[in-house]
């Protein structure tokens, strides 16, 4: 009878948790032979397939991240190379509208006319680089939200493995539930 109760207690303290093993002086007391019969049968049926999920979760868990790395790695080269694109158009813009500058304020001999074209030159090439840095602009967002979506999916996808992992440990909880109910049957049996 009190190898009954020892087993009955100890298979109460494995349910709270089962990742506590027994120390040795409890497994040479309390232990009969039939539960460390099942328990080895435990190992060997589900060991490796338990150690198999772990590995393929996370190597998941490494190639979600190391996409997401690669991922955020290349959108911030792709915005630093459209910043670089940006700032050279705009260099190139300004240096060239003191070049314009210069060149109206040098030949301008007070002539109305010419006074008049520098005015539409000017604001021809304002309006020439307003364009190009709303079209940059666009670009940049353009390429943000695809990145975004990008990043989105790939997101759900990991949510969606995640899920399908813990469903099958769910699994493996019900199978541990059927084991122990046949334990507990054998041990009424005997």
Do not use: W
């Not at 040795?24 to 232990?31: F, H, L, Q, R």
């Not at 080895?40 to 190639?63: P, T």
């Not at 959108?75 to 813009?93: H, V, Y």
């Not at 509208?97 to 304002?126: A, I, M, P, V, Y």
């Amino acid at each position: 009878m009190t190898t009954k109760t020892t087993a009955k207690s100890r298979k109460k303290t494995s349910t709270g948790n089962e990742s506590q093993s027994p120390t040795t002086s409890e497994k040479e007391v309390a232990t009969p032979p039939e539960v460390t019969s099942l328990e080895k049968v435990r190992d060997l049926l589900f060991g490796e397939e338990v150690q198999r999920l772990n590995i393929h979760q996370s190597k998941i868990e490494a190639d979600f991240t190391q996409a997401i790395a690669d991922l955020k790695s290349e959108t911030l080269q792709r915005i630093q190379k459209l910043e670089d694109t940006l700032i050279k158009k705009l260099d190139t813009l300004s240096a060239d509208l003191k070049t314009e500058e210069k060149n109206r304020e040098r030949d301008d001999s007070g002539l109305q006319d010419q006074l008049n074209e520098t005015n539409e030159s000017h604001s021809r090439f304002e309006s020439k680089t307003k364009n190009d840095l709303a079209d940059l602009y666009d670009q940049l967002m353009g390429e943000c939200n695809r990145l975004q979506s990008e990043s989105d999916k790939l997101s759900e996808q990991l949510a969606t493995i995640s899920q399908d992992l813990t469903s099958s440990k769910a699994d493996r909880s019900t199978l541990a539930k059927l084991l122990k109910d046949m334990a507990t049957g054998l041990e009424g049996e005997a």
